[in-house]
C-alpha cells in the first residue's frame, strides 16, 4: 500500500495556513508567568520554560501526513521534523512521545516499520521514543511531542536579528515542489533520493556549530516556506530582511518543477501569509516559487554579525557541514527578494 495514495497533501505542506493560526492566536491571552521564556507572545519553534538560572525545558510538538511511501524515511523525516525545532532553539533533545494516527487496514508491518525508524532517529538525536498516543483515522500521520533542555542564557530565538548582520541557511530549498514534482513524474529517483536524504538529516550538527559563532536569530525554515520564516524573523526582530535570490541553496530538480508551473497547495497559502509583507525585486518566478515552497525538516535560518560572517562559514566549512550565505539584515521592515 503507498502511503501518499492515502492523504491529500504530504509533509508540512499539510500545515494549516500561518495566516489564518495567525488570526485564530492574535485572540489567546498570553500565560502570566515570568518562567515561561516563550510562549505564544510572541510564538516562535517551541515553547520554553525556565526551571532555574541554569536550566529551562524546551517543548515542541509536530505531526503531519506521509509524503513519500517508504515508510521508514517516513518515520525518520517525521522524527527530524520534529526534534529539529529543539535545535532550533538552541536546545538538547531529550524525551519524545509518539503522536500517530494510522488507518485499522494499514499493515502492521508498515506501522512498525514507521514507529522502528522513528525511534532510532530520536536515539541519533541523544534522546528516548518513551511512548506516545495513536488513534484510527483514515489518513495517516505521525509525529513527535519533544521535550529537551537549554540554557536560559544560551537560548535561541526569531527575535534577536539586528541591522547588519548576514544571514545563513543549513539546507537547500525546494522539497515541497521535488515531492509535488515526483507525483507528477517531472523529476525522477535521483532527485527523490536527494530530498529525502536532506530531510533526514538533523540540525544537531549545524547547532553544534552555531554555538560557537553566538547567532543573534535562529529559527528553521519548514511549512511556512523561507520567506514566511523570514517575514516571521523580521517582524519579530524589527528589522528588514534582504534575501538574494541567487545565492539561494537549491535541490536538484525543483526549479525545473516550478519552472514548468507547478506549484504546491502550501505555496498558495504562504504568498496569503507572507506575500503583502514581501518585496520581489526582479527575482524570477521559479525562485519567487522556490522561496514561498513549503520545506519538511529544512534547515536553520540564522544571522550573526557582519563582522563574524566569515567566521561563520569557517567553522562550518571545518566541521563538514553545509551552510550557505543569502542575505543580510537592514533597518526597516518586510522582506525583499532581489537579484543581483
Sequence with gaps: MELTSLVTAGGCAAKYSAARLEELLRGFVPAEAENLLVGLDPADDAAVYRLDDERAIVFTLDFFPPLVDDP???????????????????????????????????????????????????????????????????????????????????????????????????????????????????????????AVSWMRTLNEGAADVLRLVAPNAVTDVTGFGLLGHAHEVAERSGVRIVLEADALPVLRGAVEVAAAGERTGGDRRNREFAGPHVELDGAPDELVALAFDPQTAGGLLFSVPADRAVTAEAEFAAAGVFVRRIGSVDDGAGVVLETA
Design 72 to 194: 521508514r524515511a517516513f518515520g525518520r523525516i517525521a522524527a527530524t521534523n520534529a526534534l529539529n525545532d529543539v535545535f532550533a532553539m538552541g536546545g538538547k533533545p531529550l524525551l519524545a512521545l509518539s503522536i500517530a494516527e494510522f488507518p485499522e487496514d494499514l499493515p502492521l508491518e508498515t506501522v512498525g516499520a514507521i514507529l522502528e525508524a522513528a525511534g532510532e532517529q530520536v536515539r541519533a538525536a541523544g534522546a528516548l521514543l518513551a511512548g506516545g498516543h495513536t488513534l484510527r483515522a483514515d489518513e495517516p500521520k505521525y509525529g513527535l511531542a519533544v521535550v529537551g533542555t537549554v540554557r536560559p542564557d544560551t537560548l535561541w530565538t526569531k527575535s534577536g536579528a539586528q541591522a547588519g548582520d548576514a544571514l545563513f541557511l543549513t539546507k537547500p530549498l525546494g522539497t515541497g515542489l521535488v515531492m509535488h514534482g515526483v507525483a507528477r513524474g517531472l523529476v525522477g529517483e535521483e532527485e527523490l533520493a536527494e
